[in-house]
């Protein structure tokens, strides 16, 4: 069963007593909040995740509200996750933003049996493209485009690679989008289902878009990397694309993984097989159809 | 004073074409090298050496004119796999040949 089967009542009270459990990619999270605004965000923006009420949930995550201490007229909000709070608190407005960041931050710091890149993935044809990199570098923003416009979205986030298999594993997300390219993705897809803009934050004004329904839907096929392609958006700049060295694209990859040194020999030898099995670039864009372009002429060159 | 290679057998080594990345499982580090400076590791793991046969080995094997400025090369990168813990200085008694310390 999925969000959109059950009305928002039987939703809400879900959140209120025994946790919403979603099933996002290979986890499931067990979400709670009191906090009725979030709860109709997330009924919005999860109304294609699959439930898993009675499954065991590997985060068990909470939003809650709190009096702020400098103006007891204002509530704030706080994560919790298993019961300890990682941050300060927020503004209640942000409550979405926190709850994701949150959940980010569970996998991130708990999730040591896969290879976890910092690295948005896509699909297509059987074959998936990471594209490894650092906040700032537009991966969210090209993530939306490219999984709106026909390939299937793993993740904006992380490269969850499992080593012994040498698969990635699909964790299809929301998709923060920040600043200027909420604008932008309201003029490229103005289809896209994407939740009201929350101002303020600490990363700037955060915008949250669901992710297409058939890739939460084909969330457990698996696949293995073709092409690794390391992104920067520099605005107005002429799209290039360009092959970089084996060796270059392996440092690159290592450093930008989040657990690579705590998987130590299992993390170098998955990073090897990974730098062999892949044709690895730079891209510098700044127009998403040119980068389509040059995906699709990587893809038929093979 | 003579070098040797620590626990080469247990380093994981990919080749990229004339660079390396090397895994060393003592300290859980990856570390990134060129040709010359594996090639550097390898001799040591081979025979315990000086500088100055170091600098004999690569100047040949590399053609490169084995004047001071290598030999200092050859002692920072030296120095630099010491702190990694790649390399160590050979304790007197099992030096080869009863040599004493040269630098």
């Not at chain 1, 059950?6 to 099933?23: C, M, S, T």
């Not at chain 1, 999270?29 to 065991?56: F, G, N, S």
């Not at chain 2, 050496?49 to 080995?57: L, R, Y």
């Amino acid at each position: 069963m999925v969000v959109n089967q059950i009305p928002f009542r039987e939703f809400h009270l879900l959140l209120l007593n025994q946790g919403l459990r979603v099933a996002i990619g290979p986890f499931n999270v067990c979400i709670h909040t009191a906090y009725k605004p979030l709860a109709e965000q997330l009924y919005k923006l999860y109304c294609h995740y699959r439930m898993a009420q009675d499954e065991i949930a590997e985060f068990h995550v909470r939003i809650v509200t709190e009096r702020s201490f400098k103006n007891p007229f204002k509530k704030n909000v706080r994560f919790l996750l298993d019961g300890q709070s990682p941050f300060g608190s927020f503004p209640q407005e942000q409550a979405l933003a926190v709850l994701e960041w949150g959940i980010n931050l569970a996998i991130a710091v708990r999730v040591n049996h896969l290879l976890l890149l910092h690295s948005a993935v896509v699909e297509k044809n059987g074959h998936a493209i990471l594209f490894p990199a650092w906040p700032g570098s537009g991966k969210t923003t090209l993530c939306t485009v490219l999984s709106n416009r026909g390939f299937r979205l793993f993740s904006d986030e992380f490269g969850l690679m499992d080593p012994r298999q040498r698969l990635f594993l699909p964790i299809p997300r929301l998709m923060p989008l920040k600043n200027e390219s909420i604008a932008v993705i309201r003029r490229y897809l103005p289809e896209i289902v994407m939740g009201q803009s929350i101002p303020n934050t600490q990363k700037g004004t955060v915008a949250h878009v669901c992710p297409p329904e058939q890739s939460i839907l084909l969330s457990k096929q698996a696949a293995k990397a073709r092409w690794i392609i390391f992104p920067k958006w520099i605005a107005g700049s002429q799209s290039k694309i360009e092959a970089i060295s084996d060796s270059e694209a392996f440092m690159l990859l290592a450093s930008n993984a989040f657990n690579y040194e705590a998987l130590g020999a299992t993390g170098f030898l998955a990073v090897a097989d990974l730098i062999h099995s892949c044709d690895c670039y730079k891209l510098v864009y700044s127009d998403f159809d040119d980068v389509m372009d040059m995906l699709h002429k990587l893809m038929n060159e093979t | 004073m003579r070098w040797q290679a620590n626990h080469f057998q247990a380093l994981l080594i990919e080749d990229w074409g004339e660079e390396y990345t090397v895994f060393q499982p003592d300290s859980g580090k990856t570390h990134f090298f060129n040709l010359m400076s594996m090639q550097m590791l390898i001799f040591l793991n081979q025979n315990p050496a000086t500088p100055e046969e170091i600098s004999v080995h690569l100047a040949t094997q590399f053609h490169q004119a084995m004047d001071n400025s290598f030999l200092i090369n050859i002692e920072k990168t030296l120095h630099h796999f010491d702190t990694l813990g790649l390399v160590s200085k050979l304790h007197q008694s099992s030096q080869h040949g009863g040599q004493s310390d040269s630098v």
